[in-house]
Each structure stands twice: as structure tokens, then as C-alpha cells.
């Protein structure tokens, strides 16, 4: 028999979870644990061919509760109280048997984000699981109670109060609703953009050169697809000097803050300023003399309400290594709450790129009028496209092996909520990608400042990985509710997945999102075998700078499934992309079966650059303004970029159909049905019905 040092009652009891920073575990008896094979064993027939099973081995249990101690033996009677605890036991057990870890009703406060490595997952084919005890709703936070509200200014019915000096996150949570930071809209006309800031035209905003704590202030702008953040330096008459490298790296690219695709639709807000807190639902934090003000929304009683300002900027971080990753960690009935991400709060703002990616750090060659030579890209700016970092998720899983996420809950996260196999840059433990066998089911994602779910990396390793164990494969995410996400970081995707093979979304309800409801794809098509033409053109040049390779062989993705999905209330903000959205090749790429609906003038199904070998088949759109778009490139014929895919078998009841369905680019469609108004016939309706969350399976 196995002997560990651990208690007795730990090892016959339920019990909870635990963290990676956790102090030594003072010494314990050392007494039996339960044997790994537990009753005799069973048979299974195979062909006639009888083979004895080993029944499974009996689980470690371990409890945890707010209202238990430390100093306890993790039993239900005697429960830990602090995560770093129960993992501290955990890793006593997992070696020889699996353990499961209970989190009783509660709050679970952090002081540093978790750390999960290989020693915290299943060891030698053992399972680690941490789970809510029965009809218990624990929940996992980076936040502190905001309370003793006083009233600072009756006739503006604005509130004060205390918080820790020094705390300045960008996010913060009233009765489950995040706030908006204190912003005004300046119209572009006011001002004139130049290389080192802007300068003031219209004298209305001349008071803005008397504001307090200038370098605290943020110009954020919304173009066709990017929402772009860069800091103050100082505002002197009328110059508004710009914090660098940020300011520069957004001028260039495409869709910039001086040259944005659509200036109709563009706009621009000023953040983060007392004097700009007048709106019910903005906030103002000043973080040098500790103070919190807010404006309550209608109905809100700040003696009862429930505040929350968060903490810290991620909640755990999930990753081995390539040789040894973790495996076999699990998570049930847990929510993750309250995160601010403070990079753009720095020098270095946020340079958006595309959902969730964007531009930091001096650019080489960076060009002297970058209004004028750099706002539809350039060569410097091409030279940055493989260094584009990620935004770091809540909670982050990489080099990681069945890992699985079941009826948990991510809200009130001042970022993306949960990262799969994202860049090394967007995981606390510098490593990235690596993540295989990821599941997430049967969850709620919801207020989320960002995306809800970011699957694979945007880097050479991540599309072209130098060892197998470095890919992300066979990710699952079923059955989740997704809503309202992305409302600070509005350019993110609900669910997003760039480079992964086998990756399967199905059966999620997707809403309330700004920009798009579910993307697969990255690169445009630049990495795929042969690259492409339209990025040799002498104004991008593309593959003339350092690194920029032509591939040969295939990205990993592939086989990509979405299907059954219900699609909704999103493209709320932006123009660009679409309700589910596609970009770059994918061999053995399925979107089927899906409804989209409430997305009046958007996009519904849009094939971007390069797509290939995706079929569209048996999908619903409703109210479409463009049912169907494929990005076929046609201004840089003859060269195809968006080729070799089929849609056939899908409904629409109206909306237009943009790109070239024809020969030449072998796009083809057959059997699509244009339906009036809500005359669905059968099999669409049957489509409908079966869409989202399967009821057999919802909460």
C-alpha cells in the first residue's frame, strides 16, 4: 500500500481547492491512503475476447470553506480556508491517486493570481478536480467590497469613497454591471492629429489644458474594426502632447487613429478625468489621495449596492512545459471574478490590431509623415506583423493537457476571460501555446470588459510550431452562454480562435457583443503554402522584411468546426467582420447548421482574406444587411486569395451577397434558399430550434 504523509479525515471526506504560491506544509502523519484499485475487478468483452478492467481508484478528498482554517486537516469538519492551502495538499496526493477538491458556498479572495504547473494536474494517469460542493456557487476573486459611500457633490448626485492609495485599475463592477470609466466624446473635427499628439482646433475644449494629473488621461478611438488607446503626456495651450512609443505605434497600419478606414463612422473619447464624470454609471478613481468617485444609475442606492473594484490583473495561470505539461486538471461550478488589465495604462497604450492583438515597442524604420506613408500599411509596419502581442486573459491555460473548465462561470473580468494556447507574452509563466484536449462546457461567460474565450497564438511558433508538443489541437468549447462581453475592449471577439487544428465549436449562445460573435482564422493568408500576392505589392512588402518567410507547408489550422451555434445581438459597434467569421486557409473547415439573427446591416457569414476550403452548409441567416461576403481581393487580380469554398444548403431572407462566386476563384454556391420574411420551411425551422445551448443540457 501507497504511504504519503496526509490525514485521515482529508482522505475519507469531500474537500476543495488551492494555488502555486503557497508556503511550506508543516509536517503531518504519516498514515495510509486509499488503495489505488479499490474493489475487485470487473471484465469487458471485446470480439469474444474477454479483458479484466481495473475498477477506478478512490479519489482524495479535500474541503475548503471561508469559514475554515489553515491550521484544519482539509476534512468537512475541520475545511481549509485559502486556496494555496488545498493545493499545497493536493500536491501530497495527485502523485499516487486522484483528488478532488470542493469549494464550499463563499468567497475566495486572491492576494496573488494562482499558479497551476504540471505538479498541480493528474500524475500517471490520475484526475485532479476542483468542483463546487452541491448547490454551492464558490466564487474565485481579485477584487475588494467598495463601501462607506458618502456624497461628494448633491447637485451633480455624485459619491465618494474610500479605497487603497496607490490602486488604479481601469475597471470597476456596480450590482454586477461594469461601470464606465468617466469619458466625454470629442468630435474629430476639434482637433488635428499629428506625429506627437493632437492639436486642439475648436476653442470649446481649451479647458482641457487646465485638467490635474494630465498623464492620467487616455484618447481612446474606434475605427471600421479597431478600438485604439494611447496616454497623455501633457496638454500646453492648445498641444496635446502624446505618451510614445504608444501614440506612434497607432498612427501606423491600417485603420489608425489618424486615418481610420471610415472617419464617418470613427470616434473619439477622452478618459479618465474628473471633470469628465457626467454620466450616471462613470466612475473616477484618484489613486494618490485614495479616493473612489461614481455616479449612481437610476435606482441605485449606494447604501445597499454592491461594489467591487478589482485588483489584480489576472486570476491564474495554468502551464507546464513542453516536456511536461500539466494534465488532468479540472473545474466545476467555480466562478472567476474581477480583473483589470492595466497595459494600456502605460506608455505603450494599446495599438489594436484585431481582436485582442496588438502593436507595442519601437518600430525599426519607422517613417517620418506616418499620416502620410503608413495609414494603408507600409514596409515598417509589416516588419512588426509576426511581433504583435496578445492581450493576457484571466485566466490563462497553456502547455497544458485535458484541462477542463464544466458549469463555471467567468464575469466581471477586465479583460479576455479565458486564453488557450495564447502567445508566451500573454501568459504570466512566459510560456505559450501547447494546449491540447482544452475543454469548456456548459458555461456562462458574461460583463466581460473583453472577449470571452481566445484560443492559439499569432506568432511563426504558433502558426508553424518548431515541435509537435507546441501545437494547440482539439479544443472544445459546447454548450456555453455567452453575453454581453467586450464592452471596454470593444474590438475582441466573442470567441476567437487563430491557430489551432481540430478545434470544435458547438451549440453556444452567443450575444451582446460590439464586434464580432465567433472568428476563426488569422494571417490573412500570408502564411499559407505559397503565400499571397496581394502582400507583395510595392506598398506592403510584406515578405521584403526580416522574418517575413514564404511557407511551404501549412499552418496548423484545420478541421475547424462551428456548428449549431445561436448568433445574436452582435456587430453592434463595428462594420467590419461578421456574426461568424473566417479568415486564412483551413482544410476540412465546417460552418453549419448555425442561426444568426438580430444583426441588421451587419455581415452574417464572411469569409475574409484567404480563406479556403470551408464549407458553409445548412446555416440560417436572418436580417442579414450581407448574408454572405467573401474577401475575394478582387483589386489585386489576377491573383486569388479567397478560393475553393462552397456554400450550399443555407437559408436567408434577405441581405445582399458580396465577393466573386465564380470560376476562376472556385467559390461556389448551389442550393442556397432566399426565404420571405419569417417563412422558414421545416428544415430551417428544425435548424432554429436546435441551435444554442441543447436544452437536455442547459442549467
Same mark, same amino acid.
Given at each position: 500500500?501507497?504511504?504519503?504523509?496526509?490525514?485521515?479525515?482529508?482522505? *475519507?471526506?469531500?474537500g476543495?481547492?488551492?494555488?502555486?504560491?503557497? %508556503?511550506?506544509?508543516?509536517?503531518?502523519?504519516?498514515?495510509?491512503?486509499?488503495? $489505488?484499485?479499490?474493489g475487485?475487478?470487473t471484465?469487458?468483452?471485446?470480439?469474444?475476447?474477454?479483458?479484466?478492467?481495473?475498477?477506478? #481508484?478512490?479519489?482524495?478528498?479535500?474541503?475548503?470553506?471561508?469559514a475554515?482554517?489553515?491550521?484544519?486537516?482539509?476534512?468537512?469538519?475541520?475545511?481549509f480556508?485559502?486556496?494555496?492551502?488545498?493545493?499545497?495538499?493536493?500536491?501530497?496526493?495527485?502523485?499516487?491517486?486522484s483528488v478532488?477538491?470542493?469549494?464550499a458556498?463563499?468567497?475566495?479572495?486572491l +492576494?496573488?493570481?494562482?499558479?497551476?504547473?504540471?505538479?498541480?494536474?493528474?500524475?500517471?494517469?490520475? =484526475?485532479?478536480?476542483?468542483?463546487?460542493?452541491?448547490?454551492?456557487?464558490?466564487?474565485?476573486?481579485?477584487?475588494?467590497?467598495?463601501?462607506?459611500?458618502?456624497?461628494?457633490?448633491?447637485?451633480?448626485?455624485?459619491?465618494?469613497?474610500?479605497?487603497? $492609495? !496607490?490602486?488604479?485599475?481601469?475597471?470597476?463592477?456596480?450590482? !454586477?454591471?461594469?461601470?464606465?470609466?468617466?469619458?466625454?466624446?470629442?468630435?474629430?473635427?476639434?482637433?488635428?492629429?499629428?506625429? +506627437?499628439?493632437?492639436?486642439?482646433?475648436?476653442?470649446?475644449?481649451?479647458?482641457?489644458? &487646465?485638467?490635474?494629473? %494630465?498623464?492620467?488621461?487616455? =484618447?481612446?478611438?474606434?475605427g471600421?474594426? +479597431?478600438?485604439?488607446?494611447?496616454?497623455?503626456?501633457?496638454?500646453?495651450?492648445d498641444?496635446?502632447?502624446?505618451?510614445?512609443?504608444?501614440?506612434?505605434?497607432?498612427?501606423?497600419?491600417?485603420?489608425?487613429l489618424?486615418?481610420?478606414?471610415?472617419?464617418?463612422?470613427?470616434? *473619439?473619447?477622452?478618459?479618465?478625468?474628473?471633470?469628465?464624470?457626467?454620466? #450616471?454609471?462613470?466612475?473616477?478613481?484618484?489613486?494618490?489621495?485614495?479616493?473612489?468617485?461614481?455616479?449612481?444609475?437610476?435606482?441605485?442606492?449606494?447604501?445597499r449596492t454592491?461594489?467591487?473594484?478589482?485588483?489584480?490583473?489576472?486570476?491564474?495561470?495554468?502551464?507546464?512545459?513542453?516536456?511536461?505539461?500539466?494534465?488532468d486538471?479540472?473545474?466545476? /461550478?467555480?466562478?472567476?471574478?474581477? @480583473?483589470?488589465?492595466?497595459?494600456?495604462?502605460s506608455?505603450?497604450?494599446?495599438?489594436?490590431?484585431?481582436?485582442g492583438?496588438?502593436?507595442?515597442?519601437?518600430?525599426? &524604420?519607422?517613417?517620418?509623415?506616418?499620416?502620410?506613408?503608413?495609414?494603408?500599411?507600409?514596409?515598417?509596419f509589416?516588419? *512588426?506583423?509576426?511581433?504583435? $502581442?496578445?492581450?493576457?486573459? #484571466?485566466?490563462?491555460?497553456?502547455?497544458?493537457v485535458?484541462?477542463?473548465f464544466?458549469?463555471?462561470?467567468?464575469?466581471?473580468?477586465?479583460?479576455?476571460?479565458?486564453?488557450?494556447?495564447?502567445?508566451?507574452?500573454?501568459?504570466?509563466?512566459?510560456?505559450?501555446?501547447?494546449?491540447?484536449?482544452?475543454?469548456?462546457?456548459?458555461?456562462?461567460?458574461?460583463?466581460?470588459?473583453?472577449?470571452?474565450?481566445?484560443?492559439?497564438?499569432?506568432?511563426?511558433?504558433?502558426?508553424?510550431?518548431?515541435? #509537435?508538443?507546441?501545437? =494547440? $489541437?482539439?479544443?472544445?468549447i459546447?454548450?456555453?452562454?455567452?453575453?454581453? =462581453?467586450?464592452?471596454d475592449?470593444?474590438?475582441?471577439?466573442?470567441?476567437?480562435?487563430?491557430?489551432?487544428?481540430?478545434?470544435?465549436?458547438?451549440?453556444?449562445?452567443?450575444?451582446?457583443?460590439?464586434?464580432?460573435?465567433?472568428?476563426?482564422?488569422?494571417?490573412?493568408?500570408?502564411?499559407?503554402?505559397?503565400?499571397?500576392?496581394?502582400?507583395?505589392?510595392?506598398?506592403?512588402?510584406?515578405?521584403?522584411?526580416?522574418?517575413?518567410?514564404?511557407?511551404?507547408?501549412?499552418?496548423?489550422?484545420?478541421?475547424?468546426?462551428?456548428?449549431?451555434?445561436?448568433?445574436?445581438?452582435?456587430?453592434?459597434?463595428?462594420?467590419?467582420?461578421?456574426?461568424?467569421?473566417?479568415?486564412?486557409?483551413?482544410p476540412?473547415?465546417?460552418?453549419?447548421?448555425?442561426?444568426?439573427?438580430?444583426?441588421?446591416?451587419?455581415?452574417?457569414?464572411?469569409?475574409?482574406?484567404?480563406?479556403?476550403?470551408?464549407?458553409?452548409?445548412?446555416?440560417?441567416?436572418?436580417?442579414?444587411?450581407?448574408?454572405?461576403?467573401?474577401?475575394?481581393?478582387?483589386?489585386?487580380?489576377?491573383?486569388?486569395?479567397?478560393?475553393e469554398?462552397?456554400? @450550399?444548403?443555407?437559408?436567408?431572407?434577405?441581405g445582399?451577397?458580396?465577393?466573386?462566386?465564380?470560376?476562376?476563384?472556385?467559390?461556389?454556391?448551389?442550393?442556397n434558399?432566399?426565404? /420571405?420574411?419569417?417563412?422558414?420551411?421545416?428544415?430551417?425551422?428544425?435548424?432554429?430550434?436546435?441551435?444554442?445551448?441543447?436544452?437536455?443540457?442547459?442549467?
Amino acid at each position: 500500500m501507497t504511504r504519503v504523509s496526509f490525514s485521515r479525515s482529508a482522505l *475519507m471526506l469531500l474537500g476543495c481547492a488551492g494555488a502555486a504560491n503557497a %508556503q511550506q506544509l508543516p509536517p503531518m502523519p504519516d498514515i495510509p491512503l486509499p488503495p $489505488r484499485n479499490s474493489g475487485p475487478d470487473t471484465h469487458a468483452a471485446f470480439g469474444g475476447i474477454t479483458l479484466p478492467v481495473a475498477p477506478a #481508484a478512490v479519489p482524495v478528498a479535500i474541503a475548503i470553506s471561508p469559514a475554515g482554517s489553515d491550521d484544519g486537516d482539509g476534512s468537512i469538519a475541520h475545511p481549509f480556508r485559502t486556496l494555496e492551502r488545498a493545493q499545497q495538499a493536493v500536491r501530497r496526493a495527485n502523485r499516487t491517486h486522484s483528488v478532488t477538491v470542493t469549494l464550499a458556498e463563499g468567497l475566495y479572495p486572491l +492576494t496573488v493570481p494562482l499558479r497551476f504547473g504540471a505538479e498541480d494536474g493528474g500524475q500517471d494517469g490520475n =484526475v485532479v478536480r476542483w468542483q463546487a460542493a452541491p448547490g454551492a456557487h464558490p466564487r474565485i476573486s481579485g477584487g475588494s467590497a467598495v463601501t462607506g459611500w458618502t456624497l461628494a457633490d448633491r447637485a451633480r448626485d455624485i459619491w465618494v469613497a474610500d479605497v487603497p $492609495r !496607490g490602486l488604479d485599475p481601469r475597471h470597476f463592477w456596480v450590482d !454586477g454591471r461594469m461601470a464606465q470609466r468617466a469619458q466625454v466624446q470629442i468630435p474629430r473635427k476639434a482637433v488635428e492629429i499629428t506625429a +506627437t499628439g493632437m492639436k486642439i482646433i475648436d476653442p470649446a475644449w481649451g479647458f482641457l489644458a &487646465g485638467l490635474p494629473d %494630465q498623464s492620467r488621461i487616455e =484618447v481612446e478611438h474606434t475605427g471600421f474594426f +479597431t478600438d485604439r488607446r494611447a496616454m497623455v503626456a501633457s496638454i500646453e495651450g492648445d498641444t496635446i502632447r502624446m505618451q510614445q512609443p504608444g501614440w506612434r505605434n497607432n498612427l501606423i497600419g491600417y485603420d489608425t487613429l489618424g486615418r481610420p478606414v471610415s472617419v464617418a463612422s470613427a470616434r *473619439m473619447f477622452l478618459i479618465n478625468a474628473l471633470a469628465f464624470l457626467r454620466e #450616471a454609471g462613470q466612475w473616477y478613481v484618484d489613486p494618490a489621495a485614495g479616493k473612489l468617485y461614481y455616479k449612481p444609475r437610476a435606482g441605485e442606492n449606494m447604501s445597499r449596492t454592491e461594489a467591487v473594484l478589482p485588483r489584480l490583473e489576472s486570476l491564474a495561470s495554468i502551464a507546464g512545459s513542453y516536456d511536461r505539461p500539466v494534465a488532468d486538471l479540472q473545474f466545476s /461550478g467555480i466562478a472567476f471574478g474581477y @480583473t483589470s488589465w492595466l497595459g494600456p495604462s502605460s506608455a505603450e497604450g494599446y495599438a489594436s490590431q484585431q481582436s485582442g492583438a496588438y502593436l507595442a515597442g519601437v518600430v525599426p &524604420g519607422y517613417p517620418a509623415d506616418p499620416l502620410r506613408d503608413c495609414s494603408w500599411g507600409c514596409w515598417a509596419f509589416e516588419t *512588426m506583423r509576426n511581433r504583435w $502581442r496578445q492581450q493576457p486573459a #484571466a485566466v490563462q491555460v497553456a502547455a497544458a493537457v485535458r484541462v477542463t473548465f464544466d458549469h463555471a462561470e467567468f464575469a466581471h473580468l477586465g479583460q479576455i476571460a479565458l486564453g488557450i494556447g495564447n502567445n508566451p507574452d500573454a501568459n504570466a509563466s512566459g510560456i505559450g501555446f501547447g494546449a491540447a484536449g482544452v475543454e469548456v462546457r456548459h458555461s456562462r461567460f458574461r460583463d466581460l470588459s473583453g472577449g470571452a474565450i481566445m484560443v492559439g497564438g499569432i506568432t511563426p511558433d504558433a502558426h508553424h510550431p518548431p515541435r #509537435a508538443e507546441m501545437g =494547440v $489541437r482539439n479544443v472544445v468549447i459546447a454548450d456555453n452562454r455567452i453575453e454581453n =462581453v467586450s464592452q471596454d475592449f470593444k474590438e475582441q471577439a466573442a470567441v476567437l480562435v487563430t491557430y489551432a487544428a481540430g478545434t470544435i465549436i458547438e451549440h453556444n449562445d452567443v450575444s451582446g457583443a460590439p464586434y464580432d460573435g465567433i472568428d476563426i482564422g488569422w494571417g490573412w493568408g500570408v502564411n499559407d503554402p505559397g503565400g499571397s500576392g496581394a502582400y507583395r505589392s510595392r506598398t506592403r512588402g510584406y515578405y521584403d522584411q526580416p522574418g517575413n518567410i514564404v511557407y511551404d507547408t501549412p499552418t496548423i489550422l484545420r478541421d475547424t468546426v462551428v456548428r449549431g451555434n445561436r448568433v445574436h445581438r452582435v456587430k453592434t459597434w463595428f462594420e467590419d467582420g461578421g456574426a461568424i467569421y473566417h479568415l486564412s486557409a483551413d482544410p476540412g473547415a465546417l460552418i453549419a447548421e448555425n442561426y444568426v439573427y438580430d444583426v441588421p446591416g451587419a455581415i452574417g457569414l464572411y469569409l475574409d482574406e484567404g480563406s479556403r476550403y470551408t464549407l458553409l452548409r445548412q446555416n440560417v441567416i436572418d436580417g442579414a444587411g450581407i448574408w454572405l461576403n467573401a474577401n475575394t481581393m478582387d483589386g489585386y487580380l489576377p491573383h486569388r486569395t479567397t478560393i475553393e469554398n462552397r456554400a @450550399t444548403g443555407n437559408w436567408y431572407n434577405g441581405g445582399k451577397l458580396g465577393g466573386s462566386w465564380d470560376a476562376y476563384m472556385d467559390n461556389r454556391l448551389d442550393g442556397n434558399v432566399l426565404v /420571405g420574411g419569417a417563412a422558414w420551411p421545416q428544415a430551417a425551422r428544425a435548424v432554429i430550434d436546435a441551435a444554442g445551448v441543447r436544452k437536455e443540457l442547459a442549467k
